[in-house]
Structures are given as C-alpha cells and as structure tokens.
C-alpha cells in the first residue's frame, strides 16, 4: 500500500512563493502519473499539475500554467510543486496522488491519495 505525505504548506502573501512536497512510502511503479490537485471551501476538488515518472512528462492546469512547476526526485521518491507568484485564490488543502493517470486531470486517475497540506495566501 503505497502512503503519500505532504509537506510544505503554509501562509504566505500575495506574490510570494512556495514549494510543496510527496514523499511516497515506497516505490511508485514507473508507469505511473504523480499529481497535485486542490481544494477550496466548498470547491470540488480541481487538477493543478502532474508528472510522469518514466520520463518526466508534464502536464498543467489553465489557471496555475506558468507559475506551477511539477518536479521529481526519483531517488527519494518524492514529487515537488514550486509555486510562485501566489494569488489569493490559490487558497486551498493541496493534496498528492499518485495512479495511472487515465484522466490525467481527474481524480479518477488517481488510487493514492496524501492527507493534504493547507496552503493559505493572504492579502
């Protein structure tokens, strides 16, 4: 059973930056898509990036491409998700999956699932 754990998340002003990290429990096998999506107050949950870790695939959301960026770290087995230029409404629980990836952008692609790290964005 693979375990997904988030850290990174935080308070941060408007136009500042942070960087979020996966650290899964054991080996993802390599076919696999590592994902973040989010979560706002009474907001379905909603794709933010992913990568494939075969070959380092990328894929983005409309509204974070271009200041997201989805890494890997295949030694650590941890994915990271830089983001910058943070806005209000980037306020949400951000959570890690990781699964097959057929959707890429929806939770059905996805079997594993962090308990989410909160990140809050202030004015």
């Known amino acids: 059973q693979v375990q997904l754990v988030e850290s990174g998340g935080g308070l941060v002003q408007a136009g500042g930056s942070l960087r979020l990290s996966c650290a899964a429990s054991e080996h993802i096998f390599k076919n696999y898509y590592m994902a973040w999506f989010r979560q706002a107050p009474e907001r379905e949950r909603e794709f933010v990036a992913a990568?494939?870790?075969?070959?380092?695939?990328?894929y983005y959301s409309d509204s974070t491409k271009g200041r997201v960026t989805i890494s890997t770290d295949n030694a650590k087995n941890t994915v990271y998700l830089q983001m910058n230029s943070l806005k209000i409404e980037d306020t949400a629980v951000y959570y890690c999956?990781?699964?097959?990836?057929?959707?890429?952008?929806?939770?059905?692609?996805?079997?594993?699932w962090g308990q989410g790290t909160q990140v809050t964005v202030s004015s």
């Open positions: 990568v494939t870790w075969s070959d380092g695939t990328t």
């Open positions: 999956a990781a699964g097959r990836g057929f959707p890429v952008r929806r939770r059905s692609g996805y079997d594993y």
